[in-house]
């Protein structure tokens, strides 16, 4: 009786613990379908209280780039959401999702598509075939809002003093749209629209950005650069064209003068012997 009731007992706690693997296994499943899908333009931050799941955005919407989440235990099922890889938003006005929503759950506020924050597009620099060095400008090229949510801007290579351009993501215009996402040409694509609680950080009120107020424009004259390019330094030893420029109509004796140092920058001075 004592060795039946250990098989019993040891059958038991073996059965237990492949139920709780499972069960572990099917919730991380779960958790990563549903990590912060892209919602349809103009989703509030309650969307899935305020949403019904009637499907109506879905049926509006004559690009078939809102789809519901399919059921079968996955959270979210039944919602809309954007899958940028298989169906971008392509930004069409009238907004007709937005039209058709019933419930407010899509603000019916938002009239311009260019406001819309559906998500943030984050570059893999390490897979970005235009940081490796290759001549791309695919997102940079399919960006609806071209030359602001996505700038080129010059990076000098690793192995030639020949430059390249290399795409940089501006948050406060980025619209999450995805088409950048679709048409990345990499096997996985190296920009990616995410959630930007996820990916974005917040720089504390107290840092003081001095450098921020009374900034000059990039100087956009490079001849046969993009719409949208904008230096980020010039080459190492070399000063820039508004520089060289400055100090050409300089008088004498005052070209080596420096300018007086804001007082905001003086965290951000180098050590210079």
Request: net charge positive; glycine share 8%; charged share 15%.
């Amino acid at each position: 009786m004592e060795r039946r009731q250990f098989l019993t007992s040891a059958a038991q706690g073996t059965a237990a613990a492949a139920c709780g693997g499972l069960a572990w296994y099917a919730l991380l499943t779960q958790q990563a379908q549903a990590a912060a899908p892209l919602r349809p333009p103009g989703a509030a931050a309650d969307f899935a209280a305020a949403c019904i799941k009637c499907g109506q955005c879905v049926q509006a919407c004559p690009y078939d780039s809102v789809q519901l989440v399919p059921t079968g235990g996955a959270a979210g099922s039944g919602l809309p959401r954007i899958v940028p890889r298989q169906a971008p938003c392509v930004m069409c006005e009238p907004l007709h999702c937005v039209k058709a929503c019933p419930t407010g759950a899509l603000n019916p506020g938002l009239t311009d598509i260019t406001q819309a924050r559906m998500g943030l597009a984050v570059i893999d620099i390490e897979h970005c075939l235009s940081w490796q060095g290759l001549r791309c400008e695919v997102c940079f090229r399919v960006c609806p809002v071209q030359g602001q949510a996505i700038r080129l801007v010059s990076q000098q290579r690793q192995l030639s003093k020949h430059a390249m351009f290399v795409p940089l993501v501006q948050a406060e215009a980025c619209t999450g749209c995805g088409l950048c996402e679709k048409r990345c040409p990499t096997d996985v694509a190296a920009i990616r629209v995410l959630d930007p609680a996820q990916v974005q950080g917040r720089i504390g009120e107290h840092y003081r950005l001095g450098w921020r107020h009374g900034q000059t424009q990039p100087d956009a004259a490079d001849a046969g650069a993009p719409d949208g390019y904008s230096p980020l330094a010039p080459a190492s030893g070399a000063p820039s064209r508004s520089r060289a420029s400055s100090q050409s109509r300089a008088p004498a004796g005052l070209a080596a003068q420096k300018p007086a140092a804001s007082p905001l920058d003086y965290l951000n001075r180098e050590s210079r012997p």
